[in-house]
């Protein structure tokens, strides 16, 4: 009979040792402060896991759906990647005033004399080298102008029309209709161009900065093939109520390849361009959806997980979370997946 209460007594030890060992692995795993989370059961996990992915489910199901209607407006993957930040994107014209000048060395000096941002130099050549090789080599009227030139020419002009008889009013707003205010030009930035062309230049009689550019085969071939090289038309016929400025088939800005093709082939103004980006930007931003996730094992921790496309993989991070009893860096779980103090 001793003989069998020995036995007994060893398989007890054994037992509270193995239960001792179990017990050390969780709290190693998990810091436990609350004596009451630590009796949570598997039961408990796989529930919290259950209701927590359902919630997902739901959740991203939503999602899914506004995101759809929106794809059917717009072809996301049409779009180019940008930022409203890109100094290729900078928006000046008669209602945006320029934040600030071009320095002086950040200019650079075409092969022609003028100057432009130095960062558009190689663009604007290659265009030029592409325009004679088609036959219709450019002539280049005007290039970067600074506010201050901006200024003296606009002063003149008004004082030449005081001059013959007009009221100071009334000759700033005549002045107005043929030269940019101070401050507003594109012209400022060092990314916008006048050009015609040779046969334009040499052959046309009158002013040469006339929309009759538009429909030569030189203004066709710019309006066809500017886009290749970054530059776009800026102020397109019919659009003088978005732009506030008339057809100008010679006025060329440059603001990137990817860009100007979109602007180009979808037929929109840059102004719209840029509204359109916004509306991206921020749906992009509202497609990001941030859903905490409770650790059963240490309530005073919380998980966020941010939830992507991908629904089955969103889900498993948040089932592997649970199931590791919080261990997140231990398991290495899904680097979408990020601790947050609660």
């Known amino acids: 009979m001793k003989k069998y209460y020995g036995m007994a007594a060893a398989a007890g030890f054994l037992f509270l040792v193995l239960l001792t060992i179990q017990v050390n692995r969780v709290t ?15 039961q408990t996990v796989t529930s919290a896991t259950t209701e927590s992915s359902s919630q997902t489910s739901t959740e991203y199901s939503e999602d899914a759906q506004e995101q759809a209607a929106v794809s059917d407006e717009v072809n996301e993957d049409d779009f180019p990647t940008v930022s409203l930040d890109d100094w290729s994107l900078a928006l000046v014209g008669p209602k945006n005033k320029i934040v600030s000048e071009i320095a002086q060395e950040d200019l650079g ?11 558009i130099v190689s663009a604007y050549e290659e265009l030029a080298d592409a325009a004679k090789v088609a036959g219709y080599p450019l002539v280049m009227v005007s290039a970067y102008r600074s506010v201050e030139y901006q200024q003296e020419i606009f002063d003149a002009n008004v004082n030449s029309l005081i001059r013959q008889g007009n009221t100071k009013e009334e000759a700033i707003r005549i002045t107005k209709l043929t030269f940019t205010e101070p401050g507003y030009s594109e012209h400022h930035t060092g990314l916008a161009i006048d050009v015609i062309d040779e046969d334009w230049y ?37 659009k003088h109520d978005i732009t506030q400025i008339d057809y100008e088939p ?26 359109e980006a916004k509306e991206h930007i921020t749906r992009k931003e509202a497609e990001l959806s941030y859903h905490e996730v409770a650790d059963p094992l240490q309530e005073d921790w919380i998980f966020t997980n941010s939830l992507t496309r991908n629904q089955e993989n969103s889900q498993r991070a948040q089932e592997e979370l649970l199931m590791s009893g919080g261990d997140l860096f231990a398991k290495n779980v899904f680097s979408q997946t990020k601790e947050v103090k609660k």
């Open 202 to 238: 040499q052959n046309h009689t009158g002013e040469l900065l006339n929309e009759g550019f538009g429909v030569t085969d030189g203004g066709k071939w710019l309006q066809a093939h500017a886009r290749e090289y970054g530059f776009i038309i800026r102020y397109p016929k019919g």
């Open 250 to 275: 010679w006025h060329l800005r440059y603001v990137g390849v990817e860009v100007a093709t979109y602007i180009e082939e979808h037929e929109v103004t840059f102004e719209e361009f840029l509204d």
């Open 109 to 119: 000096k075409l092969s022609n004399g003028y100057l432009v941002d130095k960062r």
């Open 28 to 42: 190693a795993v998990t810091p436990i402060k609350n004596l009451s989370i630590a009796r949570s059961t598997t």
